[in-house]
């Protein structure tokens, strides 16, 4: 049965490091309850004295379900068109982070992660079916990479894939790609929103899920006395 659990909101944000975490969370999680669903994004967050780039995910009753830290920070260098050092500010985070629904498992990964597919690997191998990532890739590595990473997750996990972009703003020191997507195991792009503030719906049909699992069965038909990926941490 298909159902409708994403709110994929594409806004423009200003954010700051914010002091106190649990202000934060208390707010998001009065958010939460007022439209009893469930909500995340991506704030800088501080704990004792590093700063973090963190998923917090609230449920309909305002509970805390997870908190994911970026783990892979986004060091690059692409000669003429950007330069971005993440590291000088910011901590990576070193923990997988999937919560249940009643709906589905889902696995938590925060823009640069996306471009790790072991990770997305070892959150198919704990259940999950969908990975959701807020994540704001540039007009640089947006047009090349954002929609094509995301299908090649979805596609080689047989899971869905969600993402959630900042709006582009024009004026602003970093200027995001934009095009929130919803992307199905199949590698069907679903939803996608533009670069303008906007809300994306999307059905997470689990039967289609198993269909596609069962059609091309490629979980039990890896070779796992030649390779393996495994999680090091919990």
């Known amino acids: 049965m298909a159902q409708n659990i994403f709110l994929n909101m594409q806004r423009k ?3 700051t490091p914010h002091r106190s975490f649990l202000k934060w969370q208390r707010s998001a999680a009065c958010m939460s309850l007022e439209v009893t669903s469930y909500l995340q994004g991506s704030i800088p ?48 985070g070193d923990s997988f982070s999937v919560f249940d629904t009643p709906y589905c ?47 090649g997750r979805a596609v080689d996990n047989q899971v869905y894939v969600a ?13 995001a790609w934009g095009h929130s997507t919803v992307v199905s195991p199949w590698g069907e792009v679903l939803a996608k929103a533009g670069t303008e503030e906007t809300i994306v719906y999307a059905d997470i049909d689990l039967k289609k899920l198993a269909e596609i699992r069962q059609q091309i069965p490629i979980f039990s038909q890896k070779r796992s006395d030649l390779y393996a990926v495994e999680a090091k941490k919990s």
């Open 105 to 151: 498992r889902v696995g938590l990964g925060i823009c640069y992660d996306i471009r790790f597919a072991e990770l997305a690997q070892i959150y198919a191998q704990r259940g999950c079916q969908l990975l959701v990532y807020p994540g704001a890739f540039n007009l640089t590595t947006g047009p090349a990479h954002w929609e094509l990473l995301q299908r």
């Open 163 to 175: 993402t959630a972009s900042p709006a582009r703003d024009e004026k602003a020191s970093y200027v």
């Open 13 to 15: 944000f200003l954010v």
């Open 45 to 92: 967050e501080e704990d004792a004295g590093r700063l973090y780039n963190t998923c917090a995910v609230f449920g309909p009753d305002g509970a805390l379900l997870a908190r994911h830290r970026k783990l892979h920070l986004f060091d690059i260098n692409v000669p003429g068109k950007i330069t971005f050092q993440e590291s000088e500010t910011l901590s990576p």
